[in-house]
């Protein structure tokens, strides 16, 4: 079974500074990975995914994340954040068609 | 332009009622799902269906039922025997390949179910 755990329920950065959102997958065949934002009583956007092609990936509103598969993570960053990005970031997991969400990273932006 | 979109947005639900939460599609894609989103704990798949006319059960299809008589269309109704309903429910879509697991899936904006 394929499964994703995000480190950390809430992120807190302030407006220009880094962020960095942890996501480790677990999965006993290659996986396909995703990122997903959700604002408040919305659906879920894609950000980017990852599907063994470049190990590096660039999504939509500057984001990206980098496949590192020595130690199982999928971490999305940005280098300069602001006060539009917070919201709730999820990371899934797919293979097979079975997709695999984590339980969530909340990003708090402060002026 | 082409999306996902559920109704209501909101809705309230007496003890014992059954209700239905609406799930239009127009993407063209084959693969339909239902999740239900509580705080902390991410999206749990409720059921999916990769076919007109089929559908299989996700990890929580326990007080649940759904339909898929259209492509376009995969609505869930929310039992009596779903005794804490109250949560956002996300339905999604997608292009269905086979095995090949990597089409993201599309969402719609929710709809929200309370207790009265």
């Known amino acids: 079974a394929q499964s994703v755990t995000q480190l950390g329920s809430h992120v807190s950065v302030s407006e220009g500074a880094l962020v960095l959102l942890r996501c480790n997958y677990s999965s006993s065949v290659p996986p396909y990975l995703f990122w997903y934002v959700q604002y408040p009583n919305q659906g879920l956007q894609l950000l980017l995914k990852y599907t063994s092609a470049a190990t590096l990936v660039k999504g939509i509103n500057g984001f990206e994340a980098e496949f590192k598969k020595s130690e199982t993570s999928f971490h999305l960053t940005k280098p300069s954040a602001h006060m539009s990005d917070a919201a709730e970031y999820f990371c899934?997991?797919?293979?097979?068609?079975?997709?695999?969400f984590g339980a969530g990273t909340r990003l708090t932006v402060k002026p | 332009d082409g999306g996902i979109t559920q109704s209501p947005k909101y809705l309230f639900r007496k003890e014992g009622q059954n209700v239905t939460l609406s799930c239009e599609q127009n993407l063209n894609h084959d693969a339909m799902y239902w999740y239900r989103q509580d705080p902390g704990q991410g999206l749990r798949l409720i059921y999916y269906?990769?076919?007109?006319?089929?559908?299989q059960k996700g990890d929580i299809a326990e007080g649940y039922s759904v339909s898929r008589e259209k492509k376009e269309s995969f609505p869930l109704t929310v039992t009596s025997a779903q005794k804490n309903p109250t949560a956002f429910y996300l339905c999604?879509?997608?292009?269905?390949?086979?095995?090949?697991?990597?089409?993201?899936?599309?969402f719609g904006d929710g709809t929200r179910l309370s207790i009265l």
């Open positions: 269906s990769q076919i007109v006319n089929d559908f």
């Open positions: 999604a879509s997608s292009i269905f390949r086979g095995q090949d697991g990597n089409q993201p899936q599309h």
């Open positions: 899934a997991v797919s293979r097979f068609n079975d997709m695999r």
